[in-house]
Protein backbone atom coordinates (compact mmCIF):
# COMPACT_ATOMS: atom_id res chain seq x y z
CA UNK A 1 0.00 0.00 0.00
CA UNK A 2 0.90 3.39 -0.60
CA UNK A 3 3.20 4.72 2.34
CA UNK A 4 2.68 8.69 1.83
CA UNK A 5 4.90 11.30 2.95
CA UNK A 6 4.56 12.33 6.53
CA UNK A 7 5.35 15.60 7.89
CA UNK A 8 6.21 15.66 11.80
CA UNK A 9 6.10 18.61 14.55
CA UNK A 10 7.29 18.02 17.67
CA UNK A 11 8.70 20.90 20.77
CA UNK A 12 12.08 19.49 20.91
CA UNK A 13 15.07 19.11 18.56
CA UNK A 14 15.79 15.47 17.36
CA UNK A 15 18.94 14.80 18.60
CA UNK A 16 18.58 14.87 22.61
CA UNK A 17 20.69 12.73 24.85
CA UNK A 18 16.94 10.42 25.82
CA UNK A 19 14.38 9.39 22.71
CA UNK A 20 11.36 10.30 24.06
CA UNK A 21 8.11 8.36 22.19
CA UNK A 22 8.29 10.85 18.95
CA UNK A 23 11.68 9.17 18.16
CA UNK A 24 10.98 5.96 18.65
CA UNK A 25 7.70 6.45 16.75
CA UNK A 26 8.93 7.79 13.78
CA UNK A 27 12.57 6.36 13.28
CA UNK A 28 11.09 3.03 13.21
CA UNK A 29 7.97 4.39 10.49
CA UNK A 30 11.11 5.40 8.15
CA UNK A 31 13.09 2.49 8.78
CA UNK A 32 10.08 0.73 7.07
CA UNK A 33 9.79 3.46 4.31
CA UNK A 34 7.40 6.07 5.13
CA UNK A 35 9.34 8.80 3.98
CA UNK A 36 9.25 11.47 6.82
CA UNK A 37 10.34 15.14 7.95
CA UNK A 38 10.95 15.96 11.19
CA UNK A 39 10.58 19.80 12.34
CA UNK A 40 10.42 21.58 15.95
CA UNK A 41 8.93 24.74 13.64
CA UNK A 42 10.73 27.68 12.64
CA UNK A 43 12.77 29.88 14.95
CA UNK A 44 10.94 32.93 16.59
CA UNK A 45 11.87 36.31 15.89
CA UNK A 46 11.48 37.14 20.16
CA UNK A 47 14.15 34.63 20.51
CA UNK A 48 16.62 36.07 18.26
CA UNK A 49 19.62 36.73 20.95
CA UNK A 50 19.35 32.95 22.65
CA UNK A 51 21.90 30.37 21.28
CA UNK A 52 19.80 28.28 19.22
CA UNK A 53 19.30 31.12 16.94
CA UNK A 54 23.09 32.38 17.49
CA UNK A 55 23.94 28.43 16.14
CA UNK A 56 21.31 28.46 13.67
CA UNK A 57 22.24 28.41 10.19
CA UNK A 58 21.06 31.77 7.56
CA UNK A 59 19.24 29.33 5.47
CA UNK A 60 16.81 25.63 6.92
CA UNK A 61 18.86 22.40 6.27
CA UNK A 62 18.23 18.81 6.17
CA UNK A 63 19.92 15.94 7.36
CA UNK A 64 19.42 11.80 7.37
CA UNK A 65 19.30 10.74 10.54
CA UNK A 66 17.65 7.46 12.52
CA UNK A 67 15.90 7.01 9.36
CA UNK A 68 14.69 10.29 8.81
CA UNK A 69 15.24 13.53 7.32
CA UNK A 70 15.58 16.08 10.19
CA UNK A 71 14.78 19.55 9.30
CA UNK A 72 17.14 22.17 11.13
CA UNK A 73 15.24 25.87 10.63
CA UNK A 74 17.07 28.92 9.52
CA UNK A 75 16.75 32.71 10.64
CA UNK A 76 15.62 33.65 6.98
CA UNK A 77 11.70 34.37 7.77
CA UNK A 78 11.40 33.63 11.63
CA UNK A 79 8.24 33.24 13.13
CA UNK A 80 6.62 37.07 14.40
CA UNK A 81 3.49 36.03 16.11
CA UNK A 82 2.13 39.29 16.97
CA UNK A 83 2.44 40.26 13.20
CA UNK A 84 -0.36 37.87 11.88
CA UNK A 85 0.30 38.40 7.95
CA UNK A 86 3.93 38.17 8.08
CA UNK A 87 3.83 35.14 10.93
CA UNK A 88 1.37 33.36 8.00
CA UNK A 89 4.26 33.41 5.37
CA UNK A 90 6.66 32.78 8.17
CA UNK A 91 4.92 29.56 8.49
CA UNK A 92 4.16 28.50 4.18
CA UNK A 93 7.95 29.43 3.58
CA UNK A 94 8.60 26.95 6.73
CA UNK A 95 6.20 24.84 4.97
CA UNK A 96 7.64 24.67 1.87
CA UNK A 97 11.14 23.81 3.08
CA UNK A 98 9.82 20.87 5.10
CA UNK A 99 7.60 19.42 1.68
CA UNK A 100 10.92 20.07 -0.48
CA UNK A 101 13.20 17.94 1.63
CA UNK A 102 10.54 15.54 0.89
CA UNK A 103 10.25 16.13 -2.64
CA UNK A 104 6.26 17.04 -2.20
CA UNK A 105 4.74 19.54 -5.02
CA UNK A 106 3.81 22.65 -3.38
CA UNK A 107 0.52 22.51 -4.85
CA UNK A 108 -0.05 19.16 -3.23
CA UNK A 109 -1.90 18.25 -0.35
CA UNK A 110 -0.90 14.11 -0.38
CA UNK A 111 0.69 13.67 2.78
CA UNK A 112 0.35 13.29 6.71
CA UNK A 113 0.31 15.74 9.41
CA UNK A 114 1.96 14.34 12.62
CA UNK A 115 1.80 16.53 15.29
CA UNK A 116 2.88 15.88 19.06
CA UNK A 117 1.82 19.09 20.63
CA UNK A 118 -1.24 21.55 19.69
CA UNK A 119 1.09 24.37 19.74
CA UNK A 120 1.68 23.34 16.26
CA UNK A 121 -1.95 23.87 14.93
CA UNK A 122 -0.87 26.78 12.76
CA UNK A 123 1.51 24.94 10.79
CA UNK A 124 -1.19 22.16 10.35
CA UNK A 125 -4.05 24.52 9.75
CA UNK A 126 -1.63 25.43 6.82
CA UNK A 127 -0.77 22.64 5.52
CA UNK A 128 -4.02 20.89 5.17
CA UNK A 129 -2.85 17.51 4.87
CA UNK A 130 -5.12 14.43 3.92
CA UNK A 131 -4.47 12.61 7.59
CA UNK A 132 -3.73 14.34 10.41
CA UNK A 133 -2.55 12.75 13.35
CA UNK A 134 -2.31 13.95 17.04
CA UNK A 135 -0.28 11.85 19.21
CA UNK A 136 -1.15 13.02 23.22
CA UNK A 137 1.79 12.48 24.85
CA UNK A 138 1.71 14.09 28.12
CA UNK A 139 -1.40 15.94 29.80
CA UNK A 140 -1.21 19.21 28.49
CA UNK A 141 -3.81 21.17 30.21
CA UNK A 142 -1.94 19.87 33.51
CA UNK A 143 1.10 21.41 32.32
CA UNK A 144 2.38 24.99 33.03
CA UNK A 145 2.21 28.23 31.02
CA UNK A 146 -1.11 26.34 29.98
CA UNK A 147 -3.56 29.48 28.63
CA UNK A 148 -6.48 30.16 26.80
CA UNK A 149 -4.58 29.93 23.22
CA UNK A 150 -2.81 26.76 23.55
CA UNK A 151 -6.26 25.90 24.69
CA UNK A 152 -8.03 26.85 21.72
CA UNK A 153 -4.94 25.38 20.13
CA UNK A 154 -5.32 22.06 21.47
CA UNK A 155 -9.50 22.15 20.95
CA UNK A 156 -8.67 22.99 17.32
CA UNK A 157 -6.11 20.32 16.77
CA UNK A 158 -8.30 17.73 17.85
CA UNK A 159 -10.90 18.61 15.99
CA UNK A 160 -9.35 18.62 12.76
CA UNK A 161 -7.57 15.27 13.57
CA UNK A 162 -8.37 12.31 12.16
CA UNK A 163 -6.48 9.95 14.50
CA UNK A 164 -5.88 10.97 18.24
CA UNK A 165 -3.50 8.68 19.50
CA UNK A 166 -2.51 8.77 23.23
CA UNK A 167 0.20 7.57 25.56
CA UNK A 168 -2.63 6.80 28.18
CA UNK A 169 -6.40 6.21 28.92
CA UNK A 170 -6.05 9.47 31.38
CA UNK A 171 -4.62 11.70 29.15
CA UNK A 172 -8.12 11.71 27.03
CA UNK A 173 -10.79 9.97 29.95
CA UNK A 174 -11.87 13.72 29.76
CA UNK A 175 -12.16 14.63 26.05
CA UNK A 176 -16.17 15.41 24.36
CA UNK A 177 -17.45 11.83 23.24
CA UNK A 178 -17.83 12.84 19.93
CA UNK A 179 -14.26 12.55 19.75
CA UNK A 180 -14.40 8.77 21.28
CA UNK A 181 -14.30 7.17 17.74
CA UNK A 182 -10.82 8.23 16.78
CA UNK A 183 -8.75 7.94 19.95
CA UNK A 184 -6.63 5.00 20.02
CA UNK A 185 -4.32 4.04 22.87
CA UNK A 186 -0.73 4.10 21.61
CA UNK A 187 1.41 3.70 25.42
CA UNK A 188 4.89 4.24 25.36
CA UNK A 189 7.32 0.98 24.28
CA UNK A 190 10.49 0.01 25.01
CA UNK A 191 13.59 -0.50 22.78
CA UNK A 192 13.95 -4.05 23.40
CA UNK A 193 17.60 -4.38 21.27
CA UNK A 194 18.68 -1.55 23.71
CA UNK A 195 17.11 -2.81 26.75
CA UNK A 196 18.22 -6.42 26.68
CA UNK A 197 19.69 -8.78 30.17
CA UNK A 198 21.44 -10.97 28.20
CA UNK A 199 23.61 -8.03 26.68
CA UNK A 200 26.85 -8.20 28.94
CA UNK A 201 26.60 -4.55 29.94
CA UNK A 202 29.78 -3.02 31.91
CA UNK A 203 29.48 -1.16 35.19
CA UNK A 204 29.92 2.36 34.63
CA UNK A 205 32.97 4.12 36.35
CA UNK A 206 30.87 6.66 38.14
CA UNK A 207 28.66 3.86 39.66
CA UNK A 208 31.62 1.19 40.49
CA UNK A 209 32.34 2.95 43.65
CA UNK A 210 28.85 2.75 44.92
CA UNK A 211 28.21 0.50 47.39
CA UNK A 212 24.87 -2.21 46.99
CA UNK A 213 22.34 -2.06 47.25
CA UNK A 214 21.71 0.39 45.10
CA UNK A 215 18.17 1.60 44.25
CA UNK A 216 18.09 3.38 40.86
CA UNK A 217 15.95 5.79 39.44
CA UNK A 218 16.25 6.65 35.50
CA UNK A 219 14.72 10.31 34.01
CA UNK A 220 14.85 13.70 34.90
CA UNK A 221 14.44 15.29 38.18
CA UNK A 222 12.13 17.93 38.52
CA UNK A 223 9.25 18.46 40.83
CA UNK A 224 7.71 14.82 40.04
CA UNK A 225 10.41 12.69 41.98
CA UNK A 226 9.25 12.80 45.72
CA UNK A 227 13.22 13.79 47.41
CA UNK A 228 11.08 14.28 50.58
CA UNK A 229 10.55 10.81 50.75
CA UNK A 230 13.78 9.88 49.49
CA UNK A 231 15.64 12.29 51.47
CA UNK A 232 13.45 10.32 54.83
CA UNK A 233 14.36 7.07 53.50
CA UNK A 234 18.05 7.85 52.97
CA UNK A 235 18.35 9.02 56.46
CA UNK A 236 16.35 6.07 57.70
CA UNK A 237 18.53 3.24 55.91
CA UNK A 238 22.39 4.80 55.26
CA UNK A 239 22.95 1.79 53.96
CA UNK A 240 20.95 1.83 50.73
CA UNK A 241 22.28 3.76 48.01
CA UNK A 242 19.69 5.85 46.11
CA UNK A 243 21.07 6.64 42.80
CA UNK A 244 19.48 8.99 40.27
CA UNK A 245 20.40 9.01 36.78
CA UNK A 246 19.30 12.20 34.74
CA UNK A 247 18.86 15.97 34.43
CA UNK A 248 18.51 18.40 37.28
CA UNK A 249 15.86 21.17 37.25
CA UNK A 250 16.50 22.70 39.96
CA UNK A 251 14.48 26.01 38.90
CA UNK A 252 11.20 24.13 39.34
CA UNK A 253 12.23 23.30 42.78
CA UNK A 254 12.61 27.37 43.82
CA UNK A 255 9.08 27.75 43.99
CA UNK A 256 8.15 24.69 46.53
CA UNK A 257 10.40 25.01 49.90
CA UNK A 258 9.49 21.65 50.80
CA UNK A 259 11.59 20.14 47.30
CA UNK A 260 14.04 22.63 47.47
CA UNK A 261 15.56 21.65 51.22
CA UNK A 262 15.09 18.57 50.22
CA UNK A 263 17.25 18.50 47.20
CA UNK A 264 20.16 20.30 49.12
CA UNK A 265 20.03 18.04 52.23
CA UNK A 266 20.26 15.08 49.76
CA UNK A 267 23.13 16.51 47.92
CA UNK A 268 24.81 16.28 51.16
CA UNK A 269 24.39 12.63 52.28
CA UNK A 270 26.59 10.46 51.46
CA UNK A 271 24.00 7.57 50.28
CA UNK A 272 22.47 9.49 47.93
CA UNK A 273 24.02 9.99 44.45
CA UNK A 274 22.90 12.65 41.71
CA UNK A 275 25.24 11.13 38.55
CA UNK A 276 23.76 13.50 35.97
CA UNK A 277 21.81 13.37 32.61
CA UNK A 278 23.67 10.11 30.42
CA UNK A 279 22.81 8.93 26.44
CA UNK A 280 20.29 6.77 26.19
CA UNK A 281 23.26 4.40 25.36
CA UNK A 282 24.35 4.49 28.38
CA UNK A 283 21.54 3.67 30.79
CA UNK A 284 21.14 -0.35 30.07
CA UNK A 285 24.13 -0.15 32.04
CA UNK A 286 23.17 1.50 35.02
CA UNK A 287 20.16 -0.49 35.06
CA UNK A 288 21.97 -3.70 34.69
CA UNK A 289 24.33 -2.73 37.63
CA UNK A 290 20.78 -1.85 40.10
CA UNK A 291 19.67 -3.72 42.72
CA UNK A 292 15.92 -2.00 42.44
CA UNK A 293 14.41 0.58 40.15
CA UNK A 294 11.90 3.13 40.79
CA UNK A 295 9.54 5.13 40.33
CA UNK A 296 9.31 7.66 42.53
CA UNK A 297 6.63 10.63 42.31
CA UNK A 298 4.46 12.80 44.36
CA UNK A 299 1.30 11.79 44.39
CA UNK A 300 -0.49 15.32 42.96
CA UNK A 301 -3.51 14.75 40.54
CA UNK A 302 -3.70 18.06 39.48
CA UNK A 303 -0.25 17.47 37.93
CA UNK A 304 0.99 16.21 34.01
CA UNK A 305 3.10 13.13 35.62
CA UNK A 306 -0.21 11.38 37.24
CA UNK A 307 -1.95 10.74 33.78
CA UNK A 308 1.59 9.41 32.39
CA UNK A 309 2.66 6.81 30.84
CA UNK A 310 6.50 6.21 31.95
CA UNK A 311 9.14 5.38 29.65
CA UNK A 312 11.33 3.93 32.04
CA UNK A 313 9.18 1.40 32.94
CA UNK A 314 9.59 -0.68 30.15
CA UNK A 315 13.08 -0.21 30.46
CA UNK A 316 13.23 -1.40 33.88
CA UNK A 317 11.10 -4.49 33.63
CA UNK A 318 13.25 -5.42 29.87
CA UNK A 319 16.32 -5.61 32.38
CA UNK A 320 13.99 -7.68 34.36
CA UNK A 321 14.86 -5.97 37.88
CA UNK A 322 12.31 -5.29 40.42
CA UNK A 323 10.71 -2.29 39.93
CA UNK A 324 8.75 -0.10 42.58
CA UNK A 325 6.62 2.42 41.59
CA UNK A 326 4.02 5.00 43.33
CA UNK A 327 0.55 4.67 42.98
CA UNK A 328 0.08 6.75 39.42
CA UNK A 329 -3.00 5.62 36.92
CA UNK A 330 -0.88 3.73 34.31
CA UNK A 331 1.04 1.81 36.94
CA UNK A 332 -1.85 0.36 38.89
CA UNK A 333 -3.67 -0.12 35.48
CA UNK A 334 -1.53 -2.11 33.63
CA UNK A 335 1.54 -3.14 35.85
CA UNK A 336 -0.10 -4.10 39.24
CA UNK A 337 1.00 -7.41 39.33
CA UNK A 338 4.53 -7.10 38.04
CA UNK A 339 5.51 -3.79 39.75
CA UNK A 340 5.36 -3.40 43.48
CA UNK A 341 2.94 -0.29 43.91
CA UNK A 342 3.96 1.58 47.38
CA UNK A 343 2.88 5.03 48.68
CA UNK A 344 4.16 6.94 51.79
CA UNK A 345 7.94 6.00 53.39
CA UNK A 346 6.94 2.88 55.57
CA UNK A 347 4.97 1.20 51.82
CA UNK A 348 8.33 1.97 50.32
CA UNK A 349 10.27 0.77 52.72
CA UNK A 350 8.61 -2.50 52.70
CA UNK A 351 9.23 -3.10 49.61
CA UNK A 352 12.26 -2.09 48.74
CA UNK A 353 13.00 -4.77 51.71
CA UNK A 354 11.02 -7.04 50.13
CA UNK A 355 13.18 -6.53 46.79
CA UNK A 356 16.05 -6.85 48.11
CA UNK A 357 15.45 -9.58 50.02
CA UNK A 358 13.13 -12.26 47.78
CA UNK A 359 13.23 -10.57 44.33
CA UNK A 360 10.27 -8.29 44.77
CA UNK A 361 7.29 -8.73 42.92
CA UNK A 362 7.07 -10.81 40.14
CA UNK A 363 10.40 -12.99 38.59
CA UNK A 364 13.23 -11.36 36.17
CA UNK A 365 11.43 -13.86 32.98
CA UNK A 366 7.95 -12.13 33.57
CA UNK A 367 9.47 -8.89 33.77
CA UNK A 368 11.21 -9.31 30.15
CA UNK A 369 8.40 -11.62 28.66
CA UNK A 370 6.14 -8.53 29.35
CA UNK A 371 8.82 -5.65 27.70
CA UNK A 372 9.10 -7.54 24.80
CA UNK A 373 5.13 -7.88 24.17
CA UNK A 374 5.10 -3.77 25.12
CA UNK A 375 8.48 -3.38 22.54
CA UNK A 376 8.50 -0.14 20.50
CA UNK A 377 8.21 -2.36 17.53
CA UNK A 378 5.19 -4.05 18.30
CA UNK A 379 3.62 -0.46 19.17
CA UNK A 380 4.52 0.40 15.58
CA UNK A 381 2.93 -2.45 14.05
CA UNK A 382 -0.21 -1.32 15.71
CA UNK A 383 -0.12 2.08 14.84
CA UNK A 384 1.33 1.60 10.93
CA UNK A 385 -1.95 -0.61 10.72
CA UNK A 386 -4.27 2.41 11.66
CA UNK A 387 -2.22 4.40 9.04
CA UNK A 388 -3.06 1.85 6.01
CA UNK A 389 -6.69 1.90 7.44
CA UNK A 390 -7.42 5.27 6.86
CA UNK A 391 -5.19 5.32 3.71
CA UNK A 392 -6.98 2.69 2.21
CA UNK A 393 -10.77 4.37 2.92
CA UNK A 394 -8.64 8.11 0.71
CA UNK A 395 -8.74 5.40 -2.11
Known amino acids: MNKLPIIAFAPHPWHESQWMNRQQLLSRLGKRGWPIVYSHGALDIWKRHNETWKQSPLFGKTEFSDNICVHFPGKLLPRWETNLVYDQLAISYHI ?64 RADLITASSESMVVDLPTNLHTKIKILHNGVDTDLFNANINCPCPSDLLNIP ?26 PQWHWVLIGPVYQNEFNSNMLLSNAFLTCQQLENVHFLGEKSRFLIPSYISHADVTTM ?100
Not at 332 to 347: M, Q, S
Not at 361 to 384: F, H, M
Request: no cysteine.
Open 296 to 395: NYRIKEDEWYFDGYPLKVNEYLAMGKPTISSPINAIKTHFADIVDIANGEAEWIAAIDNALTNGGVGTPEQRKALAIQNSWDNRVNVLEKWMFEFIQNLS
Open 96 to 159: NQLKKSLRINRTSTRNISFIFHPSFWPYIKALNSDFVIFHIYDSFQKSGGWDSLKNEMYEKTLA
Open 212 to 237: HPRIVNTGTINRKIDLPLILKIAKKR
